[in-house]
């Protein structure tokens, strides 16, 4: 256990998020955007000095790992192994019986594997894999699942131990496949996909990235994608997708296309009927938005009241009202403390909805031994 609070008492591309969250600098703000930030930190900045009573524990279930989803009795998530390469693991809601599920398949190549998404039944994995063979590119950690360049889509079938390529992606520079996730049943899987690799441009930091959606579906015992379309919401950008609202009638997702420094980025939601845009957010670094089972409230990374650059875990409702801190790593003082700048990054509900899971880590997520990671659980008191 890492860190325990009693209700009421006053906590590339993780890689490359964490490398953004670093830097400095920017384009001119105009006074009327000086403002608007400073009245937003105020605001943000007067919602994190009270403790919101809305987590009653927080527990390490598992040393290492990161990105992850929960279904059911399971949570599959990546891990970096002696080798150096990820793979895939599946554990108990506990953090106990953690066993890889990727190590060793013959049908998928010795390389990077990642970023597990579970169809509703529990039965396949939609991952992302590193391709066998590629161009050299200069920064190898884009290549890890939390990067997801040259990463092709595969679908493990748990059953059957199984693997089948879903979406091949050219071997190019600027190509890739990032977040994959299933609608809640199942018929229909999103993720992001690189359209040009990151450049020095504001808003080309990390990439030019596609939201893309898709009919999932198996045939003869076959996985295959059909009807793939991509969704620009408007300028390029590091579109970066966070899945289906439980009804399947929303996208919701993180981008920096509306940005106007270099250290922003914002959390959107788009009807898939209407193509409209909601922003939920307005300033300050924002990630790793995902929607309670109910749908009635998302929980996010930000940076917002951690002027250090760390980040925490946030809570809204879903039209992006009643914004609240969940966690205070980066808050000097509080029992929650991590000591320095601590970053947390992706999370996935437990199914009743009162609790999440989240992957988090040191100065920057990059798995490491210099930079070890962690799998937490936050249990929530909402109702």
Request: aromatic share 8%; net charge positive.
């Amino acid at each position: 256990m890492r860190v325990q609070r009693a209700v009421g008492q006053p906590g590339m591309l993780l890689c490359l998020a964490g490398a953004v969250l670093l830097a400095t600098g920017g384009a001119p703000q105009t006074i009327r955007e000086r403002m608007r930030e400073r009245r937003e930190r105020r605001q943000a900045a007067k919602a994190a000095q009270a403790d919101t009573g809305l987590v009653s524990r927080i527990t390490t279930l598992k040393p290492g790992g990161a990105r992850l989803d929960w279904i059911d009795g399971k949570i599959a998530f990546d891990m970096q192994g002696p080798d150096g390469n990820f793979g895939v693991y599946v554990m108990k809601p506990d953090g106990s019986d953690a066993r890889c599920m990727t190590c060793g398949n013959p049908d998928l190549p010795h390389r990077n594997i990642g970023q597990p998404a579970w169809d509703p039944s529990g039965r396949y994995l939609v991952i992302q894999v590193e391709k066998a063979s590629h161009q050299k590119v200069r920064f190898t950690h884009s290549l890890t699942p939390g990067g997801g360049v040259l990463n092709d889509l595969w679908v493990l079938d748990t059953s059957t131990n199984h693997a089948t390529k879903i979406r091949d992606v050219a071997d190019a520079p600027g190509q890739g496949t990032l977040h994959a996730h299933f609608s809640a049943d199942g018929s229909m899987l999103s993720w992001s996909e690189m359209q040009e690799k990151a450049g020095l441009k504001k808003g080309k930091q990390l990439g030019y990235w596609n939201l893309m959606i898709a009919d999932f579906r198996v045939a003869g015992g076959r996985p295959s994608l059909a009807n793939v379309r991509a969704l620009n919401p408007g300028k390029p950008g590091f579109h970066e997708n966070h899945g289906f609202s439980p009804d399947g009638s929303r996208l919701i997702f993180s981008s920096n296309f509306e940005a106007k420094r270099w250290v922003e980025n914002d959390v959107y939601v788009m009807d898939l009927r209407t193509r409209k845009l909601t922003r939920l957010t307005n300033g300050g670094w924002n990630e790793h938005a995902i929607f309670s089972p109910d749908g009635r409230s998302i929980v996010w990374m930000s940076n917002v009241a951690s002027p250090g650059g760390g980040t925490d875990y946030w809570i809204m409702n879903s039209d992006g009202s009643n914004k609240r801190r969940l966690t205070y790593f980066n808050e000097k003082g509080h029992a929650e403390y991590r000591g320095g700048r601590f970053m947390v990054a992706d999370l996935s509900w437990r199914p009743d909805g009162n609790a999440f899971a989240g992957s988090c880590g040191g100065k920057v997520v990059m798995e490491s031994k210099t930079s070890p990671t962690e799998i937490i659980l936050v249990e929530l008191r909402l109702k």
